[in-house]
C-alpha cells in the first residue's frame, strides 16, 4: 500500500517492505521480552471514543498480552 500514492513524500527506506518486515519482527522479538500487559490489539482511530474524561478503545476482539509498546506504535503509525 506504501507504493499506491499514500507514501508520496516519504524516504524510499521507509517505503521499503523488506525494512518493515525486518521491523515488525524485532519488535516482536522485544514485544516478548520484559513486563506484558493487556492489549486492545487494534488501536486505529476508528476505535477510539471520547468521554467527558477521557479516551477509550472500543472493539476488544483482538485482545492479547505483550509488551505495551505495541498499542502505542500501531496507534502512532495508523
Known sequence: QMQDGRGTGLPEATLDAGNLLAALGAMAGQSREGEQTLLHGDTHI???Y???????FADWQLIKSANWAIDVAYHINC
Do not use: K, S
Request: glycine letters at 10%; charged letters at 20%; hydrophobic letters at 30%.
Open 46 to 48: 476508528a476505535n477510539v
Open 50 to 56: 471520547m468521554t467527558p474524561d477521557r479516551p477509550g
